[in-house]
């Protein structure tokens, strides 16, 4: 099992910058694939970036490609999510998510944090 801490999340100008930080408790954080995912007032939550658990692996969502970075440090037990270029559409409450067999965008992973707020100002 594990337990998922964000972090990082606050007000923000367009184009301005916020790092996401996902800190996890236990000794087999290398075990698991950590997502990212998203919420907007209103709106479903949705996939934003996930990486392996070695990092070789990443992927993200269309609308964030180019702008978020996603990363790991097993030896610290983080994940991080490096957003540029923020747009208001970007606002949302920003969750991580673990798992140790699903790598992709569905809404599957077993372990959930309980989200950060980001908010993108125009």
């Known amino acids: 099992q594990v337990q998922l801490v964000e972090s990082g999340g606050g007000l923000v100008q367009t184009g301005g910058s916020l790092r996401l930080s996902c800190a996890a408790s236990g000794r087999t954080f290398s075990r698991y694939i950590i997502g990212w995912f998203r919420q907007a007032p209103g709106k479903e939550r949705e996939f934003v970036a996930t990486i392996s658990q070695n990092g070789d692996r990443t992927l993200y969502a269309d609308s964030v490609k180019g702008r978020f970075t996603i990363s790991r440090d097993n030896a610290k037990n983080t994940v991080s999510l490096q957003m540029n270029s923020l747009t208001p559409e970007d606002t949302a409450v920003y969750y991580c998510?673990?798992?140790?067999?699903?790598?992709?965008?569905?809404?599957?992973?077993?372990?959930w944090g309980q989200g950060t707020r980001v908010t993108v100002s125009s």
């Open positions: 998510a673990a798992d140790e067999w699903k790598f992709g965008p569905r809404n599957e992973y077993t372990y």
